[in-house]
DNA sequence: ACCTCCCCGTGACACCTGTCATCGCGCCGC
DNA sequence: GCGGCGCGATGACAGGTGTCACGGGGAGGT
């Protein structure tokens, strides 16, 4: 019997999963949370074997609770399940010490498989998501230029940036004008939506 | 013995969706199809009594799909059930005639319930969301601001958006001037974002 | 020590954008 | 018929934006 942690914010979704998950004769959902930031605590209370991970939830993203996990609890394995295949997220995943990384595009008689490989220690990504985060590697932004561009991302004008950062406008402009070179955008919200695809933020 | 016809483009979550629904004894899920122009044929051909529909799908809109549905077969009832709780949904999806609208937040022993009233002929509307759809009202913008608000999205310089739908510049300029006055925002991004976020577009 | 890279800043320049006034056209509704 | 409104367009202007050249400082590697 393999011991299942569920951590997804929309409770419909997280509620379908057990349903699916516990159908099989092998697998028992022991813990169910909406949270980043719970799922340690979930994990030790109910003893959980695999911990499948959203990773946009509030509180704490999946890939940073997969390192919570590592950390506080490493004989947890985690299986990061999300609706977007970002390359960068895969890379970070990996680097967070996820042992999978499947997408929801994935039909849902796969999903207790990637369990099964995940709880005897193999590893399991997605091998489209794979090959493309390999062909355009790790991300080329600098930490301000990252960061920068996360306030970018809402169309706000560079004045009011620079006033959050408490930086001179002129090297807000200087170090977006280098993200949009390094995205190939031609704009600081073309740069800022590039890099949101692409998992860079 | 409610037939049901589950439309979502994430095959893990339809797939979940059916394993929590069947979980119901007089609910039986006939029909499952991952786009929106397959969920007329899908209903026709199994029978279905009620179709659950995400909003985002390829080929055809949730909504769309609704309408379709009150056209072809108007004895189907629809419920949509999308993670986007944006007001303009609301009203554009009451308006294309389905019966219900619930968000994947809603706890999932709720959804069989929901499914049960909106099959017996009752309307279900999170209410939180019709409250919120009442108090700002339907869309301000015009035909031409949408659109062009679309086109704005992933943040395009003004020209390129000129030449893609065949337009001056400088009319281009006028008409998102105007959008970005009805959305309060002070930025063609900043204003596609908000329009985008009320279910606008 | 030296080089490289990131960070912060200034100044200047060309260009893009948002706003406004003003025009003409066509389509409704009263 | 006349006003209102959406649509397309032009011109002009202030201010925002992207780019470049050039500084200086600090951290890390060889």
């Known amino acids: 019997m393999i011991r299942l942690l569920l951590a997804d914010d929309q409770a419909l979704v997280r509620g379908a999963l057990a349903a699916l998950l516990d159908l099989e004769t092998d697998l028992e959902v022991v813990a169910q949370v909406g949270r980043g930031d719970e799922v340690v605590e979930a994990a030790r209370a109910s003893d959980a074997e695999v911990c499948l991970l959203d990773i946009e939830m509030p509180g704490l993203t999946g890939i940073d609770a997969a390192e919570a996990l590592r950390r506080e609890l490493p004989g947890v394995r985690s299986l990061i399940v999300t609706t977007f295949g970002r390359p960068g997220y895969v890379r970070r995943a990996i680097e967070a010490g996820a042992s999978g990384f499947v997408v929801k595009d994935t039909p849902a008689r796969q999903l207790a498989d990637a369990v099964r490989r995940v709880h005897s220690g ?80």
Do not use: C, F, M, Q
């Open 122 to 201: 193999l590893r399991v990504i997605d091998p489209d998501l794979a090959a493309e985060s390999l062909i355009d590697g790790p991300s080329p932004l600098t930490g301000r230029e990252r960061e920068l561009l996360t306030y970018a991302l809402d169309g706000s004008p560079v004045a009011s940036i620079a006033a959050r950062v408490h930086l001179s406008e002129g090297t807000v402009r200087n170090h977006l004008s280098a993200a949009i070179g390094k995205t190939g955008a031609t704009t600081r919200s073309e740069a800022a939506r590039i890099a949101h695809e692409r998992g860079w933020l």
